[in-house]
């Protein structure tokens, strides 16, 4: 296992902790774990890339420790009742639907290539955002709540948008048929 691949792991463990930070309202602590999170999301792909140590393994690995880590932010602030509960459902479902789209290709032998899209990187990158503005709000007793809700409406508008495109997405490659060879 290279170095990349071991600090996508430490982003895996580091899951179960924010979550708890979270429940117990040690808000500063889990902000500043999401942080540095973030820190060894850029820094593993960095020296993958830089150092070609990509791997299968961290392929697969990198985008699940990122969504791990969002979704129980957002399952445990939305339980806490400090992020709006649809807000919540939108993330989740997304993310389950993706996955599920997902596996039923595999499993009728028609996988989808995963490239991520345009606007599912702009969901990722606000679905962070206001996970870091909410978690560093409550950690360092600050009020936001102007933009807190905005911030929420534009996650959930993302949310949707970038659901909405990979469903087409899934459509689209389903429905392509196999060119039948010339007997």
Same mark, same amino acid.
């Given at each position: 296992?290279?170095?990349?691949?071991?600090?996508?792991?430490? =982003?895996?463990?580091?899951?179960?902790? #924010?979550?708890?930070?979270?429940?117990?309202?040690?808000?500063?602590?889990?902000?500043?774990?999401?942080?540095?999170?973030?820190?060894?999301?850029?820094?593993?792909?960095?020296?993958? $890339? $830089?150092?070609?140590? =990509? %791997?299968?393994?961290?392929?697969?690995?990198?985008?699940?420790?990122?969504?791990?880590?969002?979704?129980?932010?957002? #399952? %445990?602030?939305?339980?806490?009742?400090?992020?709006?509960?649809?807000?919540?459902?939108?993330?989740?479902? $997304?993310?389950?639907?993706? #996955?599920?789209?997902?596996?039923?290709?595999?499993?009728?032998?028609?996988?989808?290539?995963? %490239?991520?899209?345009?606007?599912?990187?702009?969901?990722?990158?606000?679905?962070?955002?206001?996970?870091?503005? #909410?978690?560093?709000?409550?950690?360092?007793?600050?009020?936001?709540?102007?933009?807190? =809700?905005?911030?929420?409406?534009?996650?959930?508008?993302?949310?949707?948008?970038?659901?909405?495109?990979?469903?087409?997405?899934?459509?689209?490659?389903?429905?392509? %048929?196999?060119?039948?060879?010339?007997?």
């Amino acid at each position: 296992m290279n170095l990349p691949n071991i600090l996508t792991v430490g =982003r895996m463990l580091a899951v179960p902790l #924010v979550a708890w930070f979270i429940s117990n309202g040690q808000h500063f602590l889990a902000f500043w774990l999401f942080v540095l999170a973030g820190v060894t999301d850029a820094l593993d792909g960095a020296i993958a $890339r $830089r150092f070609d140590q =990509r %791997t299968e393994l961290g392929a697969y690995l990198d985008p699940i420790a990122d969504k791990a880590l969002l979704v129980s932010i957002y #399952v %445990t602030l939305g339980m806490l009742g400090e992020i709006p509960a649809l807000l919540v459902i939108a993330v989740v479902f $997304r993310d389950l639907v993706i #996955v599920a789209a997902v596996a039923l290709a595999w499993a009728i032998e028609k996988p989808l290539p995963i %490239t991520p899209l345009g606007v599912s990187k702009a969901n990722t990158v606000a679905q962070m955002i206001f996970a870091g503005v #909410v978690l560093g709000a409550d950690g360092f007793a600050l009020d936001l709540s102007i933009i807190e =809700r905005p911030a929420a409406y534009l996650v959930g508008g993302l949310t949707l948008g970038s659901a909405g495109a990979y469903l087409v997405a899934f459509i689209r490659h389903m429905a392509l %048929t196999e060119p039948t060879p010339d007997a």
